[in-house]
């Protein structure tokens, strides 16, 4: 697929795609290659992408309750229409400062093992349909230890845009037992 | 039978474990009743009919459901019975059998509803009755080795009359889960009540209190009519703890036996009822108590007798409700803790100070400290390496408190006090260092206005004098991992047991009734911090754990991070 397109033609290629996606498997399989739906934020001046799947909605930032003695990468709860939601800083996971609540912040609501979590973001920028062929592997000395949660790079004409595992980003995998009081 | 969608047979299987759970249990408490009256030489023929009874009615619904290993089962125990019924001689001798046979019957029937079923254990028990009624048929005249004179017969409505109804209680079943989803559903109107609330103040203040009163009047009866619901559903929702206590007696029996000891279970109260999610959630904390106070806290009968004491232990299981909490107790009459042996593992963790000497009260205390009530012999009931530390947290997230108290040589007493629900608090909103924190009303001693002349301070260390009691006070903000402040208003005295300690806070806002909802596991279970409510605005609070901050040690009440 072409990456630099115009925004009309992008559209009307998304447009298609959407068509495709809804008449089934007869057509689909001639559809150029399989691609990604991808959810674009910011934070600093970086883009990130996170597959639409796990996005369940995008909402302007709601007052956020602090938590005493949660862990440093929770910003705090919110609640999202009676639903008590954790709400991380994913920025102080990826090495950035905490951030600054502009009215373009957002908080990014996904599903995680069966449970809601938001993720305070400085800018949702875009819903993009990415090809396969323009997901490529992160170069090994990009991704560290720390930085596991890059999963891979995806090109979108001179923009690089990093697709991240969200569990791993999320810190969800080691839910903590319960802290003892004397330790 | 029900509307809901789904596998039928499911269902069916659902409402047969709800039927036939207790009827297994009653078979269970029967069966431990007379072997004592059978050993005591009473023949006890009236409820070794009731007994015979129950077999029978579990055997006929088991066999509908197709669930035929427990069909086998509750049929070979009928033969038992049926044997016995024949040779009275026989029947203390033969109560053991039919206990391990009520044992696997009563594990099989939980079961049922979850996936098909292994005959291993019925089967032991089948073939193990077997071999008894064949060694104890040589030389009567009996020549058949296993009485097959009864056939398996469909229960008759009169037998499902005598279990069930008594003409006068009309009840229906209802999924638990629905009964959970009405009191979600009450919980949103709550907090929109909430927020209804204070728009209707701030519009009043906007309009200076004009032409309001109507509304007013609307939003006070209709607060009137929500509390009543919430009344109403909390009733629904209440279960007897008796359905807890009712596990005890074959668990007494068995432990007992294992470890050689003698032990009688007294249970009390067991008309106590609680909200079915702290009932659901009791059983485990009360099974470790109970086994331990077998296993580590009771003598062996040779050695009580030795002490003057009879040779049969009691284990006493009570409940009594409080106003809006319920007092639970596990006593034993047994040996008692060993405070020197408290403090010195203690010293060993770490956990106090060498040349520290603390109260007795305090010394037992520690015994709730992680890593210091386990011991180091395993054994195959209770010593799966869970300790009281494991049990004081399942006590603490069902917004409860656990307290021990003990005299050696004599027993122990455990004393836990739960709230009746767990869904709605009733709470004393507080502001510290710019959000709002809930404290659970039943844990407030008193809230007063301080100035910084009332608190005095040793060592970084603050205390007060309340009510002609020295306290120890802290800054709550500093506690909740904010920044001290040199002059805080207002004083919570918050209570955990004996323990009294006061809480500088900011501001205090009243009094609020919340819906309690849990904190995601990705928070990380902050130590001071029970839960989270919305308030009437929309936004969250967090709701304290008071209990625990009033058991913070001083080393850890001045420090900002707790753990």
């Known amino acids: 697929m072409k990456q630099e397109l115009k925004p009309s033609a992008r559209d009307s290629l998304l447009t298609f795609a959407d068509d495709v996606a809804h008449q089934g498997v007869a057509v689909r399989a001639e559809a150029a290659e399989p691609e990604r739906h991808l959810v674009i934020f910011s934070l600093d001046r970086e883009e990130f992408g996170i597959p639409i799947a796990r996005a369940r909605e995008i909402v302007r930032v709601p007052e956020i309750t602090r938590v005493p003695q949660a862990p440093p990468h929770i910003r705090g709860v919110m609640n999202l229409r009676g639903r008590i939601l954790p709400v991380v800083e994913i920025r102080t996971r990826f090495g950035l400062e905490r951030a600054e609540l502009t009215s373009r912040s957002r908080v990014v609501v996904v599903e995680a093992h069966g449970r809601m979590v938001g993720i305070l973001v400085d800018v949702v920028s875009q819903v993009v349909k990415i090809g396969e062929s323009a997901i490529v592997p992160p170069p090994d000395e990009v991704v560290s230890q720390r930085a596991d949660y890059v999963s891979n790079v995806a090109r979108v004409g001179p923009r690089l845009i990093i697709l991240i595992e969200l569990d791993k980003a999320l810190l969800l995998e080691n839910v903590s037992t319960p802290a003892p009081l004397i330790s | ?563």
């Open chain 2, 1 to 563: 039978m029900n509307d809901d969608a789904g596998n039928p047979f499911a269902e069916l299987l659902e409402e047969y474990v709800a039927e036939c759970a207790p009827l297994a249990q009653a078979v269970g408490d029967t069966l431990v009743t007379l072997e004592r009256r059978w050993e005591e030489g009473d023949p006890a023929d009236q409820l070794f009919g009731t007994l015979k009874g129950s077999l029978h009615t579990l055997k006929g619904n088991s066999a509908m459901l197709g669930l035929t290993a427990i069909q086998a089962l509750a049929h070979c125990m009928e033969d038992v019975c049926a044997f016995l019924g024949e040779r009275p001689d026989l029947r203390p001798a033969a109560s053991g059998l039919l206990l391990r046979g009520a044992g696997v019957l009563v594990e099989m029937v939980g079961r049922a509803a979850r996936g098909p079923l292994s005959a291993d254990r019925s089967e032991h028990f089948i073939s193990e009755a077997r071999e008894f009624i064949q060694a104890e048929s040589v030389g009567t005249e009996t020549s058949a080795p296993y009485p097959e004179r009864r056939r398996f017969e469909r229960r008759t409505g009169s037998e499902v009359g005598e279990l069930g109804s008594d003409g006068v209680v009309s009840t229906i079943r209802v999924d638990a889960r629905r009964l959970d989803g009405l009191l979600e559903t009450f919980g949103e109107t709550m907090i929109a009540g909430l927020g209804l609330r204070e728009a209707v103040r701030d519009l009043a203040i906007r309009h200076r209190g004009a032409g309001f009163t109507d509304l007013e009047h609307a939003l006070t009866s209709l607060e009137k009519t929500l509390k009543r619901l919430e009344g109403a559903l909390m009733a629904t929702r209440l279960v007897s703890i008796a359905t807890v206590f009712g596990r005890f007696n074959l668990l007494v029996r068995e432990v007992a036996n294992a470890h050689e000891k003698r032990v009688g279970l007294v249970t009390s109260g067991g008309e106590t009822q609680l909200d079915k999610t702290v009932i659901d959630r009791l059983g485990e904390p009360l099974v470790h108590l109970v086994t331990n106070a077998i296993i580590h806290g009771l003598e062996s009968p040779a050695e009580r007798e030795r002490s003057g004491k009879p040779s049969e232990a009691t284990v006493t299981l009570s409940a009594v409700q409080r106003s809006d909490r319920v007092i639970l107790t596990v006593t034993d009459d047994g040996r008692g803790l060993d405070p020197e042996r408290i403090l010195h593992k203690a010293r060993q963790l770490g956990a106090v100070a060498a040349d520290a000497t603390p109260s007795r009260e305090e010394v037992f205390a520690m015994a709730f400290l992680p890593g210091l009530s386990t011991t180091e012999r395993v054994s195959a009931l209770a010593g799966r390496g869970v300790g009281l530390d494991v049990v004081a947290n399942s006590i603490r997230t069902l917004g409860g408190s656990i307290e021990v108290a003990s005299e050696p040589g004599k027993g122990t007493k455990f004393t836990m006090s739960l709230p009746l629900t767990l869904a709605v608090l009733r709470s004393l909103l507080v502001a510290v260092d710019g959000e709002r924190y809930a404290l659970p009303l039943g844990d407030v001693a008193e809230s007063l206005r301080v100035t910084n002349e009332a608190i005095h301070e040793i060592d970084g260390h603050g205390m007060m004098l309340w009510r002609g009691q020295v306290i120890p006070v802290s800054d709550a903000a500093e506690v909740l991992g904010g920044s001290a402040r040199a002059s805080r208003n207002y004083c919570v005295v918050v209570r955990s047991g004996a323990r009294r300690r006061g809480m500088l806070v900011d501001g205090l806002l009243g009094h609020q009734d919340v819906v309690v909802k849990a904190l995601d596991p990705s928070l990380g279970r902050p130590p001071t911090i029970s839960g989270a409510t919305i308030l009437g605005d929309g936004r969250v609070a967090c709701i304290l754990d008071t209990a625990r901050f009033a058991e913070l040690r001083a080393t850890e009440a001045s420090t900002a991070t707790l753990s």
